[in-house]
């Protein structure tokens, strides 16, 4: 599928069965403003959520991801699951950020002792995706951002995991996300993929350096593999990375799970450390209302849950979605169980 064919500007009922007029499972966490791009932590007894802040545009398709114009972050928090969601505002705005010139997309967040910090995308004035971070005594904000894109850092989606007092550093996004263009360690600004039958372009990794702000080495590809120890290959859409990347931990094993992109699914492999390989296991949520989807996972009062996003508030309107949660469920034999946004 090429990219023009596949922002084309149609309201996608991907529902693997649904009806078209599905019930939906899972009521938006945010109704009075459009959200996306969850990324959820459990701190001090209660759940804090960095997402991103859609708006409206007029910006046509075909594009780059040019309809997410997103240019500002809000923190949002509860006490319990179901519970009353608190807007804490303006945590971050583009017009704060001195590098930053527009296309502030999915966010995450880290707490290190009783400093919280947030990193960030955005597009530079030369139309280069680049990695911020911004800095708080508060989990709610405001941050403020260093004046500099981190050093070494390229393309979206930063997502950080700690570890034993160590912390790393995710991202990555092929397509709008230009990670194709930073194939031999340097900006290009002409897309190359690899042929469908050779490995697909990997997500990076580092970690980071004790200050929070810089990375302790350069990026690193993140293996994923086939059960058979080979790499995922770029034509299988259904299980190549695409954007999203998220890491938890469960009973010793590590959990990487990321979005396929245009097949609409997240997906997970496992490994038995945070800088891979990790072998590909399966399907977690099965293609929502809307193109995109981007996910967190994280545990709270002792039960795990997924969030993601979904386009219900706007009708299917793909660059104007909304955040929703839903319990997330590990067997015994530490598979997770493949969930749907939708009632059966």
């Not at 034993?164 to 340097?186: A, K, M, V």
Request: hydrophobic fraction near 35%.
């Amino acid at each position: 599928m090429t990219l023009r064919t596949a922002l084309l500007p149609v309201a996608l009922l991907l529902l693997s069965g649904c009806s078209a007029t599905p019930e939906f499972k899972d009521p938006p966490l945010v109704d009075h403003r459009y959200t996306a791009d969850p990324s959820a932590h459990a701190w001090n007894g209660r759940l804090y959520i960095y997402p991103s802040h859609d708006i409206p545009t007029d910006a046509p398709y075909p594009d780059e991801g040019g309809r997410f114009v997103m240019r500002d972050y809000h923190v949002f928090s509860l006490a319990q699951a179901g519970g009353a969601v608190t807007d804490h505002g303006v945590a971050l705005d583009i017009d704060e950020v001195p590098w930053a010139e527009r296309q502030m997309w999915a966010p995450d967040a880290a707490k290190k002792g009783d400093d919280y910090y947030l990193y960030f995308p955005a597009k530079d004035s030369q139309g280069i995706f680049r990695l911020g971070v911004a800095h708080s005594d508060s989990p709610t904000g405001p941050f403020t951002p260093e004046p500099d894109p981190i050093d070494g850092s390229f393309s979206i989606d930063p997502a950080v995991f700690e570890d034993e007092g160590d912390y790393y550093l995710y991202f990555g996004g092929i397509w709008g996300g230009q990670l194709q263009r930073w194939q031999d360690g340097r900006y290009s600004a002409e897309d190359r993929y690899p042929a469908d039958d050779q490995p697909a372009l990997m997500p990076q990794v580092a970690r980071l350096s004790a200050d929070m702000k810089s990375l302790a080495h350069p990026p690193k590809a993140v293996e994923l593999l086939y059960p058979d120890g080979s790499p995922i290959v770029a034509g299988d859409n259904e299980k190549r990375f695409f954007e999203a990347a998220w890491v938890h931990k469960y009973q010793g094993t590590y959990y990487f799970s990321y979005s396929t992109g245009d097949t609409h699914k997240i997906v997970y492999a496992t490994g038995s450390s945070p800088y891979g390989p990790f072998t590909y296991q399966g399907v977690i949520l099965e293609p929502v209302l809307g193109w995109t989807n981007h996910h967190s996972i994280t545990e709270f009062d002792g039960q795990w849950y997924l969030f993601y996003h979904d386009t219900e508030l706007s009708g299917g309107k793909t660059h104007l979605r909304n955040i929703k949660m839903m319990p997330l469920q590990h067997r015994e034999n530490g598979r997770i169980e493949t969930v749907s946004a939708f009632r059966r």
